[in-house]
């Protein structure tokens, strides 16, 4: 593990436990377009340009901010009363423990984790460009309508409807 990565993976999982325990929705919001960052530039580390591209172009530029408006759009800026954590806190922490226990054990166990590993496949930005381009032209036309309607569904949900 090199420095710049263990540098970005604490920056992405400080960021990450900021977006969970603020009290804020907007700095909240603001602290997982970070986490987001953070995950494009580990991307782009591990030599995952499309991946870290698409991260910065889907989760920062769209959806970070179109949960940033909807914040903005829906709420108030003034932080709740509550605390941030609930009396449970120590119950679910013993159940996070115990499933993670349970989920390392059964990777470490399982027949593909024994298994050597296959050649990774190159695969360049372009390449892939071309494949969707050509190949995948249909899903990744259904997608982007699938997109479009969920988008259009979060805009009418954060309307308001006015009483007559």
């Known amino acids: 593990m090199s420095l710049p990565f263990a540098i970005i993976a604490a920056l992405t999982i400080a960021a990450a436990v900021a977006a969970m325990s603020l009290r804020n929705l907007v ?27 698409a991260q910065v172009l889907i989760y920062i530029g769209a959806i970070a901010i179109l949960i940033v408006f909807a914040i903005l759009l829906t709420r108030s800026g003034e932080p709740p009363e509550k605390p941030v954590f609930s009396t449970s806190w120590l119950s679910g922490l013993l159940v996070a423990v115990v499933v993670f226990g349970v989920l390392a054990w059964t990777i470490m ?23 969707l381009m050509t190949g995948f032209v249909l899903p990744l036309e ?10 259009i569904g979060a805009v009418i949900i954060a309307m308001k409807e006015e009483k007559t």
Do not use: M
């Open 27 to 53: 700095h909240c919001a603001l602290a997982l377009a970070v986490t987001f960052g953070g995950l494009a530039a580990l991307y782009l580390q591990l030599s995952a340009q499309f991946v870290g591209f």
């Open 109 to 131: 166990k399982s027949i593909a984790s024994q298994r050597e590993p296959a050649e990774a496949a190159q695969a360049t930005v372009k390449q892939i460009g071309d494949a």
């Open 142 to 151: 259904v997608i982007g309508l699938l997109l479009t309607a969920a988008l």
